[in-house]
C-alpha cells in the first residue's frame, strides 16, 4: 500500500520548497520518494519532478484558448485533470510503491469548495494510496489576529471539504521573528487555544469594530469544532523536518506499518530511539524566536567544529 502527502497552501506558503526539502530529506533517510506535480502554472519546478500535469495540460494553453484568467484558468486544468484522471492513474503505475509528494496548485477555491481536486483524490485513494493533507500557511500571519482567524477559518474549510488525514503547518517559522511580537506565547497559535482572548485585539483595529458580533461569531464557529491545530516548519532545519515527518507518518499510518519497498530502515531505527522528541511549541519559540541569533551561532561552531574533526581524521588517516 503506497503513502502519499498532498501539499495544498495559498500562494507563497512554501508548497514547492516543501516539496523539494522534503524529497531531499526522505532521500536521505532512505525512503524512495517521487514528487507529482498538479499545478499547470508550476512552470519552473526545484525538484525532480517523475510527474508533471503540464504534459496533459498548461495554464498558457488554457488562458489562450478559453480566454481565462490565471484563477479560472486553474480550476478549468484541474477540470480537465478529473476528466482525464487516466493520465494520472497510468503514471503513478509506473512509480510503483514509491512514497508521493503531490504539489498542488495555490487556489484555495480548489481545496475550500471547487469539486475537481476532491474527486481525483478519491480515484487516487481508489489506487490502494494512503493519503494525507499538508496545509501550509505562511507562520507570520500569527502578527495580525484577524489574518490569523481568517487562516483558521481556511484550514477548517479545507478539513471539511477534504475529508483526509489532515496537518495544519506554520510554514517559515524560522523568518517569523522578522514580523514582529506575537501578542501571546506560540502554543497559543500552534494548539489554537482560546480564541475569544483574541477580540480585544481584534476591536482595536478601527476597521472592524463594527464587526465585533461577526468576530465573536466566526470564534464561537473554530472553537465549536475543535478540529484546527497547527504544527510548525523551518524547512532547511533537520530537526523541524524530523519532526514534520513524525507528525505526517502518525496521521497516514506508516508509523505503524513498513510500506513494501520503502527501505528506510534508517529512519525506523532514528524514531525507536527517539530523534525528534521534544520539538514543542516552546522549544520551537525559543529556538526561532526568542533566541534564534545564540542558536544560530551555536550550531555554526558545532558544524565547524565537526567540520575541523573530519578534516584530522582525513590527514591521520593519509598518514597510516
Known amino acids: ?19 523539494n526539502g522534503m524529497h531531499q530529506f526522505m532521500s536521505a533517510i532512505g525512503r524512495k520518494c517521487s514528487i507529482v506535480n498538479l499545478d499547470p502554472a508550476n512552470e519552473k519546478t526545484t525538484y525532480p519532478c517523475a510527474l508533471d500535469v503540464r504534459e496533459l495540460i498548461t495554464l498558457e ?3 489562450d484558448e478559453e480566454g481565462l484568467g490565471p484563477n479560472g484558468g ?14 494520472l492513474e497510468v503514471g503513478l503505475s509506473r512509480l510503483g510503491q514509491d512514497y508521493v509528494l503531490f504539489d498542488c496548485p495555490g487556489q484555495v477555491e480548489l481545496f475550500t469548495h471547487h469539486n475537481s481536486l476532491r474527486n481525483v483524490l478519491l480515484k487516487i485513494q481508489k489506487l490502494g494510496y494512503r493519503l494525507v493533507v499538508v496545509h501550509l500557511v505562511d507562520a ?23 475529508d483526509l488525514p489532515h496537518i495544519n503547518v506554520l510554514s517559515k517559522i524560522d523568518l517569523l521573528n522578522q514580523y514582529g511580537p506575537l501578542a501571546f ?14 477580540l480585544p485585539l481584534l476591536e482595536e483595529d478601527p476597521r472592524l469594530k463594527r464587526y465585533a458580533k461577526l468576530n465573536e461569531t466566526i470564534v464561537d464557529l473554530v472553537d465549536s469544532f475543535g478540529l484546527v491545530s497547527f504544527e510548525t516548519l523551518a524547512v532547511e532545519d533537520k530537526l523541524s523536518m524530523t519532526h514534520m515527518l513524525q ?8 508509523a505503524f506499518g513498513e510500506a513494501e519497498g520503502a527501505g528506510d530502515s534508517v529512519w525506523t531505527l532514528a524514531m ?4 525528534g522528541v521534544g520539538m514543542s511549541a516552546q522549544d520551537i ?6 533566541n534564534r541569533e545564540e542558536y544560530d551561532e551555536f550550531e555554526r561552531k558545532q558544524m565547524e567544529e565537526q567540520a575541523a574533526k573530519a578534516k584530522a581524521e582525513a590527514e591521520a588517516d593519509e598518514f597510516m
Open 285 to 290: 519559540q525559543e529556538r526561532w524566536i526568542d
Open 185 to 198: 506565547n506560540l502554543d497559543f497559535y500552534t494548539e489554537v487555544q482560546d480564541l475569544t482572548h483574541m
Open 1 to 19: 500500500m503506497p503513502f502519499a502527502q498532498l501539499v495544498i497552501g495559498p500562494p507563497g506558503s512554501g508548497k514547492s520548497t516543501y516539496c
Open 74 to 87: 486553474v480550476m478549468y486544468a484541474l477540470e480537465e485533470l478529473e476528466g482525464n484522471v487516466e493520465w
Open 140 to 162: 507570520h500571519y500569527c502578527t495580525d489576529p484577524s489574518k490569523y482567524i481568517s487562516v483558521i477559518l481556511l484550514c477548517l474549510r479545507s478539513m471539511l471539504q477534504l
Open 61 to 63: 494553453e488554457i488562458m
Open 247 to 254: 507528525a505526517i507518518d502518525k496521521a497516514g499510518g506508516y
Open 272 to 275: 525507536r530511539g527517539g530523534w
